[in-house]
């Protein structure tokens, strides 16, 4: 599957949020990913398949943040008025070239919110409503290099057990998603 990537000045905005998680206006991803990230709107997916195993992804050498841990199957930002699970929708389809209706999208963690600093300062900090679905069959997935090194099928309680004994080597989102599902993700 060919992947098509919008790349105009509204497809690079990130929705930046107040304390109260309302919407507060927009700024430009890569302008906003720094030392002192302001909160914004984002997403995380998870993507599972019928033998309950979930798609864990190593993030590229080249990422500006945590390259080359291992995460949840894929992250992003809805654009400005973009319902967030067509953004998930549109994301897994640009990382992976896996396709996902929005529709398939279960909410698993609809409050969650984290910050977190990288070894380089560079600070993520997001409400980040957490997503899964479950596709079977699952089409092999065609990741994008400057986005994914390599990717993994792990059964969730073997990720949660790698993820509680060496949190050092997952993203901090993902521990954090982790310790928030428990043992078994169901949905």
Same mark, same amino acid.
């Given at each position: 599957?060919?992947?098509?990537?919008?790349?105009?000045?509204?497809?690079?905005?990130?929705?930046?949020?107040?304390?109260?998680?309302?919407?507060?206006?927009?700024?430009?991803?890569?302008?906003?990913?720094?030392?002192?990230?302001?909160?914004?709107?984002?997403?995380?997916?998870?993507?599972?398949?019928?033998?309950?195993?979930?798609?864990?992804?190593?993030?590229?050498?080249?990422?500006?943040?945590?390259?080359?841990?291992?995460?949840?199957?894929?992250?992003?930002?809805?654009?400005?008025?973009?319902?967030?699970?067509?953004?998930?929708?549109?994301?897994?389809? #640009?990382?992976?070239?896996?396709? *996902?209706? !929005?529709?398939? &999208?279960?909410? /698993?963690?609809?409050?969650?919110?984290?910050? $977190?600093?990288?070894?380089?300062?560079?600070? #993520?900090?997001?409400?980040?409503? *957490?997503? !899964?679905?479950? &596709?079977?069959? /699952?089409?092999?997935?065609?990741?994008?290099? $400057?986005?994914?090194?390599?990717?993994?099928?792990?059964?969730?309680?073997?990720?949660?057990? !790698?993820?509680?004994?060496?949190?050092?080597?997952?993203?901090?989102?993902?521990?954090?998603?982790?310790?928030?599902?428990?043992?078994?993700?169901?949905?």
């Amino acid at each position: 599957m060919g992947r098509i990537i919008v790349t105009d000045q509204q497809s690079d905005l990130v929705v930046l949020l107040d304390e109260n998680a309302a919407p507060l206006g927009t700024a430009a991803r890569l302008a906003v990913h720094d030392t002192q990230t302001p909160l914004h709107l984002a997403f995380s997916f998870h993507l599972l398949d019928s033998q309950g195993r979930t798609l864990l992804t190593r993030r590229a050498l080249s990422k500006k943040t945590w390259p080359g841990v291992w995460t949840n199957t894929c992250c992003g930002h809805p654009r400005p008025d973009e319902d967030i699970a067509q953004a998930v929708s549109r994301r897994v389809g #640009e990382e992976l070239g896996v396709k *996902v209706a !929005a529709e398939a &999208l279960s909410v /698993v963690l609809p409050d969650f919110r984290y910050r $977190a600093v990288d070894a380089g300062g560079i600070v #993520e900090n997001e409400v980040c409503p *957490v997503h !899964a679905a479950v &596709l079977d069959p /699952v089409p092999v997935p065609e990741p994008d290099p $400057a986005e994914v090194a390599e990717y993994a099928w792990v059964a969730w309680p073997d990720v949660y057990e !790698a993820v509680r004994r060496t949190p050092f080597a997952f993203s901090p989102w993902l521990v954090l998603q982790a310790q928030a599902i428990g043992p078994e993700l169901h949905l």
